[in-house]
């Protein structure tokens, strides 16, 4: 019990300084036009209120990972409480919070479009098509999640595909639609109930006398059923990806850099809605550990139903809220996907806008590139759920690497603290490398040689870095331009 409201603690006090740390260093200027003021086109160009900004981007953000995830996460015990706390404040929120902010800056393009300004055009060129089928794939997932919940709440007769149905229709009408005619109003009322969701369980789970086991040097270990096949490294870094940190909120981040009105915006919106989603992982991991009363049990109920967190949410749901309340509690859960994947869609189309050049005004234009990827959509509902959520980790993370190596360029050629986020980077670098490298659905190698392969080329990484950056300012220097760095060391939080 301890240990979770110290993590509540750091996670809110993470917002408050480290949060203002990072908006110093960006130097947010709230006398700066946005592009919500400049670009306005009444369709992804407008200005919100900063009360409605925030809540849209923390329901994009929070879809099944944050509880899918945090749940599958927990079967690794305690330990997964550091990573969602420490993942949140230093990598995640920052993470969210460049990738805004540089939207901001670059007159709200997506995100494949900034990875090419600071990384170069092959980058770009690479992320323009791996993001957009990430988003497909998101879209995909978070299509079958919500209707496979939706299935258990409601009549016989309404079956999944019924519900696969539906989902997919408000996909479309909030994909084509002026982002202020239907997310910007049905948000508050999916706002509402993952809030009632995330207070309502955790508050039952204290009222009823459930034990959160606490994090001690003693059982700072792996606590899952296979732990020689799931080792916590990189293993865990990747179930718990979107309570954490997550590639995904990047390409969800310009959606709200083309609607906040103010500079100074971006930290609540883009830093607290992360810091927010951490909150929420961190009270599913609590509850998967302590409602069955301990994290062996959890292994053996989540073994014993193939992996299916949805089962646990399910019965969790029901049983410490009561029928009505869990009924309302699992409406949140279904809020917290179909808020993503809605905006998972509408991002796809964007980005391809983007590079297309298309401009998204006339109806017909949005209908040209969003009728193919909703085809290619619908197609992956029919894979097996399981196959696309393992793909989707994977490339989930890469992501983030990739965005977090763009932000670290910027902030070198800008002469800034770029160590705030080089150090993720490098550790993101390592993850999703030794993963691609160990786990079953990659190259299946030695545990030992993919951690050690993941950790030289991090380390290659960090050496190609340096090159460049020494090889800039050599260049600088050559030309009588001064290549000032003083800014390379924190500066103080007023």
């Known amino acids: 019990m ?4 110290i993590s509540i603690a750091i996670l809110v006090l993470g917002y408050f300084f480290y949060g203002s740390l990072v908006e110093r260093i960006f130097g947010a200027d709230k006398s700066r ?4 003021m400049t670009m306005n086109d009444g369709v992804d160009y407008l200005p919100l209120p900063k009360w409605k900004t925030f809540l849209i981007q923390f329901l994009n953000i929070a879809g099944l990972g944050p509880i ?14 550091l990573w969602i706390v420490l993942g949140s404040v230093f990598a995640g929120a920052v993470h969210d919070y460049f990738s805004g902010m540089l939207s901001v800056k670059h007159k709200g393009l997506s995100i494949p479009e900034i990875v090419g300004i600071y990384l170069g055009i092959s980058a770009k060129q690479f992320m323009r098509g791996f993001t957009v089928l ?5 879209g995909a997932v978070f299509i079958m999640g919500p209707a496979k919940i939706l299935e258990s709440l ?10 696969v149905w539906v989902v997919f229709i408000y996909y479309v009408l909030a994909t084509m639609l002026p982002i202020d005619k239907i997310i910007g109003r049905i948000y508050p009322v999916f706002g509402f109930a993952l809030l009632f969701m995330a207070v309502g369980l955790i508050t039952a789970l204290f009222v009823k006398g459930y034990h959160i ?16 096949k799931f080792p916590i ?8 990806a979107c309570g954490a940190i997550s590639g995904f909120h990047a390409t969800q981040a310009p959606l709200m850099a083309r609607c906040i009105t103010n500079e100074k915006q971006g930290r609540g919106v883009f830093y607290g809605a992360m810091i927010t989603e951490g909150i929420v992982a961190l009270i599913w991991a609590a509850i998967g550990m302590a409602f069955y009363s301990g994290v062996g049990p959890l292994n053996e109920v989540m073994i014993a139903n193939k ?3 949805a089962f646990v949410v399910n019965e969790i749901s029901n049983s410490l809220l009561g029928k009505v309340g869990g009924a309302l509690a699992l409406l949140g859960v279904v809020a917290a996907p179909i808020t993503s994947g809605d905006t998972a869609f509408r991002s796809a189309r964007l980005i391809v806008a983007d590079f297309l050049k298309f401009k998204q005004g006339p109806i017909k234009n949005r209908l040209i590139i969003s009728v193919p990827l909703f085809a290619v959509g619908y197609g992956l509902t029919l894979v097996d759920f399981a196959v696309i959520w393992r793909y989707f980790a994977w490339s989930n993370q890469t992501l983030a690497m990739i965005v977090l190596w763009a932000i670290t360029v910027y902030l070198a050629r800008e002469k800034k603290f770029y160590w705030i986020t080089l150090i993720p980077a490098l550790f993101m670098t390592t993850v999703i490398t030794s993963y691609l490298l160990f786990a079953p659905e990659g190259f299946g190698l030695p545990y030992m040689v993919s951690v050690s392969a993941g950790i030289a080329f991090a380390v290659g990484a960090a050496i190609l870095f340096f090159v460049k950056l020494n090889t800039d300012i050599a260049i600088s220097l050559s030309a009588n331009v001064p290549y000032k760095v003083k800014n390379l060391s924190p500066p103080c939080i007023e």
């Open 154 to 163: 409601t009549p016989e007769t309404l079956t999944m595909n019924f519900w």
């Open 2 to 5: 301890i240990t979770f409201f």
């Open 68 to 81: 899918f995830g945090a749940v599958a996460g927990a079967m690794w015990g305690p330990v997964a409480f």
């Open 307 to 309: 992996g299916n967190a």
């Open 233 to 240: 490294f990189p293993m865990m870094f990747i179930t718990i």
């Open 134 to 138: 990430l988003m497909v794939i998101v």
């Open 213 to 228: 086991p606490e994090l001690t040097l003693a059982n700072l270990t792996n606590f899952h059923d296979q732990p020689e």
């Open 33 to 36: 036009q946005t592009p919500a």
